[in-house]
């Protein structure tokens, strides 16, 4: 994921979705086609307040969690 820094950064400002963790945590997801068609960066984060929080991971997958709540979707 170094090579992919601006795509994480990018995926937590703008996700296509937000899913919630199974332990209070939460994951912002952004479809990337650039990299490859189908190919998802998903940023792992938590949030201490409304204004910050940090990234627990990142990692890219090929479909987002069908089991994950959706919080909000774009």
Do not use: H, N
């Not at 820094?5 to 990018?10: A, K, M, T």
């Not at 997958?61 to 979707?73: A, N, Q």
């Amino acid at each position: 994921m170094l090579d992919c820094r601006e795509e994480v950064l990018e995926t937590l400002a703008g996700p296509d979705m937000v899913q919630q963790g199974d332990f209070g945590e939460l994951l912002a997801v952004r479809e990337y086609r650039e990299l490859k068609p189908g190919r998802f960066v998903v940023v792992v984060y938590r949030e201490t307040c409304p204004d910050d929080g940090f990234v627990l991971t990142a990692y890219l997958t090929d479909r987002p969690s069908s089991r994950r709540r959706v919080i909000w979707k774009r």
